[in-house]
Each structure stands twice: as structure tokens, then as C-alpha cells.
């Protein structure tokens, strides 16, 4: 009956599945490998047949489990007297080199590891973390060595953490309409390591990207005005909203241990969300403490109403309305005398024209994608409690975001 299965689903010219045996003493149906009479084997160099040399000892492939039961193929590889290369180990269309597992079980391995976490993909199936870290290799570099680049439109670039001690990777995202994916991983967030990408793209394909998505990190800036002279470049929203709530918590910080100091009423204590959030979003209980902390004067609150008042910005379509409503708000805030908010109305104003390429744009990119891409990576790396190496999360990163091609079986196992 296996034999039958293996015949219709798994079946290969020139080989032949000879016997099947179940061995219950670690659970594992044995399966006989031989090639067929006057089949000539293939040349693993260069792919073309030849006269047979010698047969080697048996080796062991492992297959797609069954029942509960591991799969074994055992086949007794030939060596081939190559006219081109000389004597060489034949090619068996099932294996990959030296791999112990079948191409099937590779590709089984790997789509189960995009949805579980490695550890859990082999204790599932009964394998090691390593087998399926062996499997998932495979594949991304097939599908690195495969994928086509072709017209890239839209680029967004950020960096997250992976690691303690300030360890960050710089990655790469094609944001098109039709196509988001991972393009390239950076050990680093630095000039050197994101010089890497437009290195691996070349000048041709740099020079035709219209819209690049960024943060404010000097060093992202200055590559992207290097390599993509024509594209507007984008600021990051969400880094933008970021450093103006950094600033208001670092107002309220800092006046909150001042009342307390002077023995005032503790009024910012647990008020911490209430500003940072938009009035929207905020709970019944934040509403009311809200409602109090706006009562007073003080910086925490003209700070607040800076902020708010920022929101509108956002809503312009005109980038020199936009760009106006911008100057105007810089310079109500420079003459607050709130030293965090200043600092931060300075920074706008060193990125006006950045800012503005958003509106010029049209509002059609933005980080919404590349945050949820972040969000997507995070995930899994935290499915793994962290990977050890960069090669590790490397892999695992372009298998999950990658959306690379993949090797086709004749028939799907999962």
C-alpha cells in the first residue's frame, strides 16, 4: 500500500520502489531505493549521464512521516564515470548533496516552520531543531538564488532591536502596490552595512525608485540622497509621533519630581497616558483624570495642547498649506519656553522639506506598512524567545517576509 502511495505521489523515472518494512522498534517504515535496469545515473556535476563506476554503502534519506511513523528511503548510491568531470556521486532526484532528508521533507519542514516556531515544527514532526533549521536554509537560498527583483517602485527602511546591548538590524522593504516583501537584511543600522543594498540592486535599479520611506537616522538619509537622487524620499509618521511624545513625557517627568519637590499636590501622577494618548482612544477612568490635569496651568498641559493641535497637520493635502501650518506651529512652539518641545520643533524644522514630501506624495506611502512588516519580524523572533546568530535570523526573517519562490514537487504534502 505505501509503495502505492509513494508511487503516485513521489514517483521518479529511472528509480524503483523495491520493498517497504515497518521496524517497531523505533517506529520507522523502512523503504528500499534501486535503480531501474539499464537506467544510466546522472552526474551530480554537470548533470549528464554516464557509464556506472561503483556502487557505494547504503545511505538514509528521511521522508515525510506517515501515520505516525517515520518514512526512510535507503538507496545505495552509484558513482559515475563522468566523461566531463571524472568519476563522481551520482545525483538522486529525491536528495539534496549530502543532506540526510528527501527535497519533499525539506519543503514539509519549512512550510510548517513559517507558521510554528523551529522548535515546535520538529517536536511536532519528530525530528531535531537543526533538521529544520537545514531545511528552511534550503530553501531561502533556492529562493534568494531564484527570486526576480524586477521594477522596484517604493522602498521602506527601519531597524529594529535583536539582541541586547543596542544590537539592530537594517531592513529592507519593497512597499509597491502589488508587491510587499522583505528585499534585504543589514547586520547594522549603519552607512556602511546600508550601502550593502543599493550594492546588491546596482545603480540602474536605484536610479528608478520613486518614493523611499525612512526615519530620521542621519545615516539612512544620507544613502538614500547617494543612490536615489530622483525619489522622495518619506519620513517615518510614526517616528515623528514618537519623538513628540518622547518630548511631552519628558516635560511631564521632569515637572511632576519638581511639584513634588516644592510639596505641591502630586496632579501629573498617573497621567502619563492620558496625555500621550489621542483623546479617542482614551478609557472612561484616563477621561476624567484628563479632564483634571487640564484644570491647571502648567507646561505638561500647554505641551498636551501642542501636541493636539499638531494632529491637524496630517489632514492637509496641499504640501504648501501643510508646509505653512508647520512653520507657524514651530514657531508657537519655540516661543513656549518648554525646552523638550523646543528641541523637538527644531528637529522639524531641520526636516521641513522631508516632512512635506509626504503630502507630495499624495499620501499614497507611508511607514503604516513597514510598521506592520516590523511588527511581523518581531513576532518571529519572539516565537524563538530570540535567535543566537545573525544567520539564523536572517534566515528565518526572509522565510517568513520574504515571499520568495519556492522548489515545485508533483505533489503538495501539506
Known amino acids: ?23 517497531e522498534t523505533v517506529n520507522t517504515i523502512e523503504v528500499s531505493v534501486r535503480p531501474r535496469r539499464r537506467s544510466s545515473p546522472i552526474c551530480s556535476a554537470c548533470g549528464k549521464s554516464g557509464r556506472g563506476y561503483d556502487t557505494l554503502a547504503e545511505r538514509r534519506f528521511e521522508f515525510i512521516p506517515i501515520w505516525g511513523f517515520a518514512v526512510v528511503l535507503r538507496y545505495r548510491m552509484r558513482r559515475v564515470q563522468c566523461r566531463t568531470c571524472g568519476v563522481k556521486v551520482e545525483d538522486v532526484p529525491w536528495g539534496i548533496g549530502k543532506h540526510g532528508l528527501t527535497r519533499a521533507y ?22 531535531t531543531w537543526e533538521k529544520v533549521c537545514q531545511a528552511v536554509e534550503y530553501v531561502v537560498q533556492w529562493g534568494l538564488e531564484q527570486r526576480q527583483l524586477g521594477h522596484i517602485h517604493a522602498l521602506g527602511v527601519d531597524e529594529i ?21 522583505l528585499l534585504w537584511i543589514g547586520k547594522e543600522r549603519t ?29 539612512y538619509l544620507k544613502v538614500i540622497a547617494s543612490h536615489c537622487a530622483n525619489a522622495l524620499n518619506i519620513l517615518d509618521r510614526f517616528h515623528v509621533v514618537a519623538k513628540m511624545n518622547d518630548a511631552i513625557d519628558d516635560v511631564r517627568a521632569s515637572e511632576a519630581r519638581r511639584m513634588v519637590q516644592d510639596g505641591y499636590e502630586p496632579v501629573l501622577k498617573k497621567s502619563r497616558w492620558c496625555l500621550l494618548k489621542r483623546p479617542g482612544n482614551l478609557t472612561d477612568q484616563q477621561r476624567v483624570k484628563l479632564s483634571d490635569v487640564l484644570r491647571y496651568n502648567l507646561q505638561s498641559v500647554r505641551a498636551y495642547l501642542l501636541k493636539e493641535a499638531f494632529q491637524q497637520f496630517w489632514e492637509y493635502d496641499s504640501p504648501a498649506w501643510a508646509g505653512k501650518f508647520l512653520d507657524q ?35 499614497a506611502y507611508s511607514s503604516g506598512v513597514v510598521e506592520g512588516l516590523n511588527n511581523k519580524a518581531k513576532v518571529t523572533m519572539r516565537k524563538a524567545y530570540g535567535f543566537r546568530t545573525f544567520k539564523i535570523t536572517e534566515l528565518s526573517l526572509y522565510h517568513a517576509l520574504g515571499k520568495l519562490p519556492e522548489p515545485k514537487l508533483t505533489h503538495s504534502f501539506y
Open 329 to 363: 506651529w514651530c514657531t508657537q512652539v519655540m516661543r513656549s519656553r518648554i525646552t523638550p518641545m523646543k528641541k523637538f520643533a527644531k528637529t522639524m524644522r531641520t526636516h521641513r522639506e522631508l516632512l512635506l514630501n509626504y503630502f507630495r506624495a499624495k499620501k
Open 161 to 181: 532591536a535583536y539582541g541586547r546591548g543596542h544590537k539592530y538590524l537594517t531592513l529592507v522593504y519593497q512597499i509597491d502596490a502589488g508587491c510587499v516583501r
Open 191 to 219: 552607512t556602511a552595512s546600508f550601502e550593502q543594498f543599493f550594492t546588491l540592486i546596482g545603480k540602474e535599479r536605484a536610479s528608478k525608485i520613486a518614493f523611499v520611506c525612512s526615519d530620521m537616522w542621519p545615516a
Open 1 to 23: 500500500m505505501l509503495i502505492r502511495l509513494l508511487n503516485a505521489c513521489h514517483h521518479f523515472p529511472g528509480f524503483v520502489y523495491e520493498s517497504a518494512s515497518l521496524d
Open 106 to 127: 525539506m519543503l514539509y519542514l519549512a512550510h510548517w516552520a513559517r507558521k510554528l516556531s523551529w522548535l515546535e515544527t520538529a517536536r511536532s514532526f519528530h525530528t
